[in-house]
């Protein structure tokens, strides 16, 4: 089953790379996002980029967001070009293939993010090229890795279940875009209602809070969902119900 | 052990109210190039999709090997190899890329893999092609690749739905003899449906007709021709094609039916009559008979005739 998975995420990560006719169009995007997160928010930062690591954390949302794009053109799209069909009249296991769909969405934005985390170190250092080498917090370097893989895998589910309900690809990345805006806008919109002199108060606590205690939470938290969703993605991906559909 | 790969027995499915398959029972022993005949809405792509554990069927049995499609359904889909409604194929990939995905799929060793696409895209003159995008591709090159991905893995059995459907006919003709050439070479059984009788009668050696749902015809090509027992003349000659003989035709006993095909007639009569009464009334009524061929209709014919027959 893991090579199965294996073959259908690599399969659908090329496609999402070809997705604008060559190789060049989506090699061009992901080195944008490389570009902005591993050199210029760095150099911008300079310093701060190791020091402040809350700073990374700003810009993190823009690999994950791209795990909505493969997800929808994966699962929707493959529907509405009229290959999945095709793909359930073979012998790969329901299972495997709609793992393989989460593996291959989740490797993509969770990938670029950890290259552009990584690039982003480099690029601090050849800028204090001479200067002690520097890295991220190690606490705060698992901690992220951590929890964008589980904020990977989140999206990606909930991109199944959402995929599966909308008539065309397009559909159903403007809906699971949205509910993502909506999810990061929230606690924007709730500061902004906040009473006048309210923030500064909670701001100045936000800094003595144990941040470590914070990512369990998150972690598990994301965790626990991430299980629940799969295993009730597991039960709605059946071929006999597809076809139908 | 018996030689059927398929055993259908009283299959039904309905979606809601629609009765899309009733009591369709039949066997096709291996190695049989079957082709199931009907028109659009029959009931044709439910049968595959039944036959492939895609659909779950409301009545009745089928076993694809001995096996339930739904309950074994990837023991049978292991075995089998499929064009869909659809071709199926990744058309922002190469066609190197989508057999490869499909290779893979099948856990074919690489090696054999990249000889058993240069096989089939030799074959079907589609290998110096095999680097290009699919999506750039004519539906016939298209329709090829997708006969090629369903061949790739050697599948005992072959589900192919419209093959044809969209091609124009010189691209159709070269498909059905690409189908031919590997048909032969590949010794599979082969499960076809088409709305082309032409095709369903060069390629099949066993024919069922579905309508509306039901199965209302099952044999050999010849037998099906056969069965709706009726023989056409065809008569040339001169003032062959005046109304009031036409019309003086239609009213004899075992006439079924007159057609004027330019110069010529066509007359469908009613069972094993001779030929001689409709010559007789052509000559008494001033026309001059050059020839006659007397021919047992075509499976089109005999279709169109079973169709008649049912809406009757």
Request: charged residues 20%; hydrophobic residues 50%; glycine residues 8%.
């Amino acid at each position: 089953m893991l090579r199965d998975m294996w073959t259908i995420s690599k399969k659908d990560i090329k496609e999402v790379l070809f997705s604008r006719g060559n190789k060049r169009g989506g090699l061009i995007s992901i080195l944008v996002v490389v570009g902005l997160i591993g050199v210029y928010f760095p150099l911008f930062s300079q310093d701060t980029w190791f020091t402040s690591p809350i700073s990374v954390l700003n810009w993190a949302w823009m690999p994950i967001f791209m795990v909505t794009s493969l997800v929808t053109d994966s699962i929707a799209g493959e529907r509405e070009r009229h290959t999945l069909e095709t793909l359930l009249a073979s012998r790969v296991k329901d299972q495997a293939i709609l793992l393989g769909k989460i593996s291959a969405a989740v490797l993509y934005g969770w990938g670029l993010f950890m290259v552009s985390l990584l690039v982003g170190a480099i690029t601090i250092n050849i800028a204090n090229w001479g200067g002690p080498l520097q890295f991220y917090p190690l606490g705060f370097f698992i901690a992220c890795a951590g929890l964008s893989l589980l904020l990977c895998v989140f999206i990606s589910t909930i991109g199944v279940f959402v995929s599966l309900r909308a008539p065309t690809a397009r559909i159903a990345y403007q809906r699971l875009s949205l509910s993502m805006l909506a999810l990061v806008m929230l606690p924007v919109i709730l500061v902004q209602l906040l009473p006048k002199g309210s923030l500064a108060p909670m701001l100045a606590s936000l800094e003595t809070i144990n941040l470590q205690l914070v990512f369990w939470i998150l972690g598990i938290a994301l965790l626990g969902l991430d299980t629940l969703f799969i295993l009730a993605a597991l039960a709605r991906f059946k071929r006999t119900r597809l076809i139908l559909e | 052990m018996n030689n059927n790969t398929i055993e259908c027995k009283q299959l039904g499915k309905n979606f809601g109210a629609l009765r899309a398959l009733q009591n369709v029972s039949m066997q096709i022993p291996a190695g049989s190039v079957f082709g199931l005949l009907g028109p659009n809405g029959s009931g044709k792509t439910t049968t595959i999709r039944l036959m492939l554990g895609l659909l779950q069927p409301d009545a009745g049995s089928v076993s694809v090997f001995g096996l339930d499609p739904i309950s074994q359904g990837d023991a049978v889909r292991e075995q089998c190899g499929a064009l869909l409604e659809h071709t199926g194929l990744y058309e922002r990939l190469s066609a190197e890329d989508n057999l490869n995905f499909y290779g893979q799929i099948w856990h074919m060793p690489q090696r054999e893999l990249q000889a058993r696409m240069q096989e089939l895209l030799g074959k079907l003159d589609l290998w110096d092609r095999r680097k290009e995008l699919v999506g750039n591709w004519s539906r016939g090159m298209k329709q090829k690749l997708a006969v090629a991905r369903a061949m790739l893995h050697q599948p005992k059995l072959v589900f192919l739905d419209e093959p044809t459907a969209g091609l124009d006919p010189v691209a159709a003709a070269a498909l059905n003899n690409d189908l031919l050439k590997l048909v032969k070479d590949e010794q599979a059984t082969i499960f076809l449906t088409t709305h082309n009788l032409s095709e369903a009668e060069k390629v099949c050696n066993l024919v069922g007709v579905l309508r509306k749902g039901q199965l209302i015809a099952f044999g050999g090509p010849h037998t099906l021709t056969q069965s709706t027992g009726n023989a056409v003349v065809d008569i040339f000659g001169q003032n062959l094609t005046a109304s009031a003989i036409l019309e003086k035709l239609r009213g004899l006993p075992h006439v079924q039916q007159v057609e004027a095909v330019d110069d010529h007639l066509v007359i469908e009569l009613e069972g094993k009559t001779e030929p001689a009464e409709v010559i007789k009334t052509l000559v008494m009524n001033g026309a001059a008979v050059d020839e006659v061929r007397r021919r047992q209709a075509d499976l089109e014919e005999s279709f169109l005739k079973l169709m008649e027959e049912e809406n009757a």
